[in-house]
């Protein structure tokens, strides 16, 4: 959702901002643009569409500049063009803004200034921001790091903001609420961005800044403040994580990268933490308030997208394991409901990002009810990371592709981990099973190689199918959220209407919609459900449906009902979640490429929703 970048420091300010921006591009957006300070004044440059194309726009231009600020747009007020664009210059033209997230009162705001003479060149709600922040400079005789503070007390909705002023040629203020930033910290220069990824490159060392402070960013020099004036010390944070890391290595896309890095992201989640050989779960988070998550009168999940269908893999696990009763939550509906947390409640927070701004609302609300926060997130120093008890880190690495895929299998896999620990501490599990689930669960990274290796059986499957308008996953048991991420993923990049059910609830609507152009899905491993979904099988065969099935290796009975299929290892039917996804998230890849999309940034789709 939005990128943002700055620097301010020795360097020519462009390139860092431009490969900044192509950095960025994976969070979704419409268009892009710099500002620079250039011989004492500041020239904005923007364009509908991609960072190639302001790139283009600039060749040739003077851009010697030591200080500036990029943005890559995901429109929320406004059409995707040119004049809605960031940055936006005020109405003096001494003042350059870039915004990420979306100011609520922006029509009062408007209003009040329309009447003292200003007009607006755009549509947006930042422009409006800027010119207030402009009007109560002019007005209050002040400074602009003055006039952003009184701005912001009058301000309601979600912001990250890079200010430039013209009289202050090396001096970048920003301000957060809701929005990320981050800070790099260079041997006198600074660096700032939505995250991490533009700044690795030139530092590891950086400051994650928090809701209500204010940053006055120079190049030798970084101050943090409260809304309140005060000073605040800044935390410098060392960042874990390598340029490669974000680089595509060789594959043709991000995305089919993150799928085929799952064997080592799997096991780096589980390195450290899971000793399968000495029967044991090393997770601090989870063992110094193991009192608060075993007693816990029930557990909360609060997630929004691929992150919901972990929560709901994990309630099955945590209520088969722990006996606990377990609620999965839409964190956008969570939110905005009166619900019921009481203290001695455990709220399980699952973001890719720790960013997700439904989340973290919703976190904040169930935090003045007392209940317990537990965070599992992949972006070290995020906000839903910070604002938790206790948590556990995925430790997928950076994921860059729209789509989740590695974040969802190692959200998968820290929660199976917690429900192991809690019900070894709880003795609701067999001593028995529970190292027998161990081992399964140490194997996992192997399994998930070996079905990498046979991905060209999916890629044919894909292309088979890529011509469909509809498509029907149906799973049951730990299975069915994996239907509904199936059917999401096909969504997101292949654009084709898919849904996703328990298939036992085929017969209560959906099988009116079987014929023989549409395409279904059966997830059907070998597990005590088995039986059953066959049944589904042959009722979806006799209406001449077509049928891709999601197979264990042995099975001898659903290839006959299917037109194709795909086999797994055997894994135990907790643990086979891990191995049943990576087909269909190979699945919704080649059938996107089939298509010609762009799977790595497909339309309308941002990777990280910071904005409601």
């Known amino acids: 959702m939005c990128g943002i970048v700055g620097y301010t420091g020795p360097r020519q300010a462009y390139p860092v901002i431009l490969k900044g921006l192509k950095r960025l591009e994976y969070r979704g957006y419409?268009?892009?643009?710099?500002?620079?300070?250039?011989?004492?004044?500041i020239d904005v440059y923007k364009k509908k569409g991609k960072v190639a194309g302001l790139e283009e726009m600039l060749v040739g231009k003077n851009l010697d500049a030591n200080m500036g600020i990029g943005h890559t747009r995901w429109a929320t007020h406004g059409e995707p063009n040119?004049?809605?664009?960031?940055?936006?210059?005020?109405?003096?033209?001494?003042?350059?803004?870039?915004?990420?997230?979306?100011?609520?009162?922006?029509?009062?705001?408007?209003?009040?200034?329309?009447?003292?003479?200003?007009?607006?060149?755009?549509?947006?709600?930042?422009?409006?921001?800027?010119?207030?922040?402009?009007?109560?400079?002019?007005?209050?005789?002040?400074?602009?790091e003055e006039a952003l503070r009184i701005a912001l007390k009058r301000v309601t909705g979600a912001y990250c903001i890079l200010l430039m002023e013209q009289d202050n040629p090396d001096t970048i203020i920003a301000a957060r609420k809701g929005s990320p930033l981050v800070i790099g910290i260079g041997k006198g220069e600074h660096f700032l961005a939505s995250d991490a990824s533009p700044i690795i490159e030139y530092t590891k060392e950086v400051v994650y800044?928090?809701?209500?402070?204010?940053?006055?960013?120079?190049?030798?020099?970084?101050?943090?403040?409260?809304?309140?004036?005060?000073?605040?010390?800044?935390?410098?944070?060392?960042?874990?994580?390598?340029?490669?890391?974000?680089?595509?290595?060789?594959?043709?896309?991000?995305?089919?990268?993150?799928?085929?890095?799952?064997?080592?992201?799997?096991?780096?989640?589980?390195?450290?933490?899971?000793?399968?050989q000495a029967g044991t779960i090393t997770m601090s988070g989870v063992q110094e308030h193991i009192e608060q998550l075993k007693n816990a009168n029930r557990i909360m999940i609060i997630a929004c997208g691929t992150s919901w269908h972990a929560g709901l893999v994990a309630e099955y696990v945590i209520e088969e394991l722990c006996r606990i009763p377990v609620e999965v939550e839409y964190a956008s509906e969570f939110r905005y409901r009166n619900p019921i947390v009481n203290k001695g409640d455990v709220i399980i927070a699952i973001s890719q990002s720790g960013e997700t701004a439904d989340?973290?609302?919703?976190?904040?609300?169930?935090?003045?009810?007392?209940?317990?926060?537990?965070?599992?997130?992949?972006?070290?120093?995020s906000s839903i990371a910070r604002i938790s008890h206790a948590g556990a880190y995925t430790h997928a690495g950076p994921e860059i592709g729209v789509a989740s895929t590695k974040a969802f299998t190692g959200q998968l896999a820290v929660l199976m981990m917690m429900a192991l620990k809690i019900a070894n501490e709880k003795k609701t599990i067999t001593a028995e099973y529970y190292q027998k689930l161990?081992?399964?669960?140490?194997?996992?990274?192997?399994?998930?190689?070996?079905?990498?290796?046979?991905?060209?059986?999916?890629?044919?499957?894909?292309?088979?199918?890529?011509?469909?308008?509809?498509?029907?996953?149906?799973?049951?048991?730990y299975n069915f959220p994996i239907a509904l991420e199936g059917a999401l993923k096909l969504k997101e990049i292949s654009y084709i209407h898919a849904e996703g059910y328990p298939a036992a609830e085929m017969k209560h609507g959906p099988i009116a919609l079987v014929d023989e152009n549409l395409p279904v899905v059966f997830v059907a491993t070998k597990d005590s459900y088995h039986e059953k979904i066959v049944s589904n099988m042959q009722e979806i065969k006799a209406r001449k449906g077509k049928i891709i099935s999601i197979i264990t290796e042995g099975d001898t009975i659903s290839p006959t009902l299917s037109n194709d299929c795909f086999s797994i290892p055997p894994a135990d039917e907790l643990i086979a979640p891990l191995l049943s996804v990576i087909p269909l998230q190979l699945l919704s890849y080649y059938t996107g490429i089939a298509k010609g999309i762009d799977v790595d940034k497909p339309r309308n789709l941002a990777k990280s929703v910071t904005v409601e």
């Open 359 to 381: 989340t973290l609302v919703a976190l904040d609300r169930a935090k003045e009810n007392g209940a317990f926060i537990f965070g599992v997130v992949n972006a070290v120093g």
């Open 30 to 41: 419409d268009s892009a643009g710099v500002a620079l300070l250039h011989e004492g004044k």
């Open 438 to 477: 161990l081992l399964e669960l140490n194997d996992v990274p192997e399994k998930v190689d070996a079905i990498l290796k046979n991905a060209a059986e999916i890629k044919t499957i894909a292309e088979k199918y890529k011509d469909a308008t509809d498509f029907l996953f149906l799973g049951r048991g």
């Open 82 to 144: 040119d004049r809605n664009a960031h940055p936006h210059s005020s109405s003096n033209g001494k003042l350059a803004m870039i915004h990420n997230g979306i100011i609520e009162n922006y029509a009062q705001l408007k209003n009040e200034l329309i009447k003292n003479g200003y007009t607006f060149t755009s549509d947006t709600d930042t422009e409006v921001l800027l010119n207030f922040i402009e009007y109560i400079q002019t007005n209050n005789d002040c400074g602009l």
């Open 209 to 276: 800044v928090n809701d209500y402070e204010l940053a006055i960013v120079k190049p030798d020099e970084l101050i943090l403040k409260n809304l309140g004036n005060e000073k605040v010390t800044p935390y410098i944070t060392k960042l874990d994580m390598q340029l490669a890391a974000i680089e595509k290595g060789g594959y043709d896309h991000f995305m089919l990268k993150e799928i085929f890095e799952q064997p080592s992201t799997i096991h780096d989640c589980l390195r450290g933490r899971l000793d399968a």
